[in-house]
């Protein structure tokens, strides 16, 4: 874990030595998937650990799993609400609850919504979009949402010509500008694919494309050019993470479009 991260773990220990033993075990078993449900019995259920020891020993061990992130997230919630003391005084059960709120009130430490911004089961069969995607993940976990959204900018920009260089090459007019020896700008390359996809020859060969998706190639333009001309117009975590499953559902059609080309 990063050290935002370890900073929340640790608060949480300090809770969670609050409950008794029985309680604790409860309540940490409560939150696993059952696939490793199994591999913490023993650790939570062995008489000879106190509890004072076991929050440490159970989230060391859980990082060792991919999901551990949504799992501690899931535990939030219900320890901020959670019932009295059993072990600790009230006053320092109630200190150690602040705590746990204070550093979830600072924006920069919250925990993401999600492991990545772009969903692992989007795949091209171009290995640069594999790069692209990758470094996007990357700069979306390490919370450079201005990055994240000038390079998914990017990503699009470049699927809309792949789209329309297989549909109209020989005839480059569409998507390259001989003249000035560059690609058209972003805006004209969704006009000319929102007039693709209507094209009755188009559909025969793909299927009817959605409106969606071109009001969702807007929708990432329209912000990253404002994130990229603008040093006063940086994309929040919230409009990344909302926006989040329209892109995905975008890229999963545009890999359509160009495997059926």
Not at 32 to 43: G, S, V
Not at 68 to 86: R, Y
Not at 99 to 127: P, Y
Request: aromatic share 12%.
């Amino acid at each position: 874990m990063n050290n935002i991260d370890s900073s929340i773990i640790g608060v949480m220990e300090n809770i969670l030595e609050c409950f008794s033993s029985p309680r604790l075990q409860r309540f940490l078993l409560s939150y696993l998937p059952e696939e490793i449900k199994k591999d913490f019995n023993e650790l939570l259920s062995g008489s000879w650990r106190s509890p004072k020891n076991l929050p440490g020993i159970f989230f060391e061990k859980l990082q060792e799993y991919p999901n551990h992130i949504k799992i501690i997230k899931k535990m939030i919630p219900a320890l901020l609400t959670t019932s009295p003391s059993d072990r600790c005084s009230q006053e320092k059960f109630n200190d150690r609850l602040e705590a746990l709120k204070s550093i979830l009130d600072d924006q920069s430490s919250q925990l993401l919504s999600f492991d990545t911004f772009i969903k692992n089961n989007i795949k091209f069969d171009d290995d640069l979009y594999t790069q692209i995607i990758k470094e996007i993940n990357i700069t979306y976990s390490n919370r450079l949402f201005n990055a994240t959204f000038i390079l998914t900018r990017k990503l699009l920009e470049n699927l809309v010509i792949d789209c329309l260089r297989k549909y109209f090459t020989p005839n480059v007019d569409n998507f390259f500008s001989v003249q000035n020896r560059m690609f058209l700008p972003f805006s004209q390359l969704i006009e000319n694919f929102n007039s693709m996809i209507r094209k009755s020859n188009f559909i025969s060969f793909v299927g009817s494309i959605p409106k969606y998706y071109v009001d969702t190639l807007k929708k990432f333009k329209d912000i990253g050019n404002s994130s990229a001309h603008s040093i006063f117009s940086l994309p929040s975590r919230t409009i990344i993470e909302n926006n989040r499953d329209e892109l995905n559902n975008l890229l999963f059609g545009l890999d359509k479009i160009l495997k059926k080309l």
